[in-house]
Antibody, heavy 115, light 107 residues
């Protein structure tokens, strides 16, 4: 069965970087894109961007351009989302999801940014 | 960017009620609209894709409709497990955008 398993919670200071992983199993990793979505506490869902594991092509939300990088490692079937220059309003749960209608989601990774 | 306006933002209803949630897009998105259910501390769950297609395993009391700019999610007879937050997502263009969510609570 398809599974996306994300890395554990992170606590970071303002200005630091965080890298969240999303390990895929149960399907051909390069056949579907991976999107990243975040949800601040008590807030709605926000699309962050997308990566095609087959060729590495990416699309990012304009508000995150310059701070976010999405990558994949096809040898380990893992997608990564790195966010730099963290601010307090980056505190959120970060999800990865397979891009076929977002049928499959990771369990979420809480990133807390606090001094 | 396409704005998705979801209404209502919250809704109180009883078991057995019929409820409808709407999403309006700021421009036409054809049928590129999905609906998700989310419970606290969990990832969203796909209910409806391409506006009206029921995801496998989702009960038939859930239905979706609309095209262009106006979309609906209807639950025909609320069950206790349906009390959750519902969100729409447009995948017509990048950036993909979600509605702000509708919290469905027990009356």
């Amino acid at each position: 069965q398809v599974q996306l398993v994300q890395s554990g919670p992170e606590v970071k200071k303002p200005g630091a970087s965080v890298k969240v992983s999303c390990k895929a199993s149960g399907y051909t990793f390069t056949s579907r894109g991976i999107s990243w979505v975040r949800q601040a506490p008590g807030q709605g869902l926000e699309w962050m961007g997308w990566i095609n594991p087959y060729n590495g092509n990416t699309l990012y939300a304009q508000k995150l351009q310059g701070r976010v990088t999405m990558t994949t490692d096809t040898s380990t079937r893992t997608a990564y989302m790195e966010l730099r220059s963290l601010r307090s309003d980056d505190t959120a749960v970060y999800f990865c999801a397979r891009d076929d209608f977002y049928t499959y989601w990771g369990q979420g990774t809480l990133v807390t940014v606090s001094s | 960017d396409i704005q998705m306006t979801q209404s209502p933002s919250s809704l109180s209803a009883s078991v057995g009620d019929r409820v409808t949630i709407t999403c309006r897009a700021s421009q036409s998105i054809s049928s590129y609209l999905n609906w998700y259910q989310q419970k606290p501390g969990k990832a969203p769950k796909l209910l409806i894709y391409t506006a009206s297609s029921l995801q496998s395993g989702v009960p038939s009391r859930f239905s979706g409709g609309g095209s262009g700019t106006d979309f609906t999610l209807t639950i025909s007879s609320l069950q206790p497990e349906d009390f959750a937050t519902y969100s729409c997502l447009q995948t017509y263009s990048t950036p993909q955008t979600f509605g702000q969510g509708t919290k469905l609570e027990i009356k």
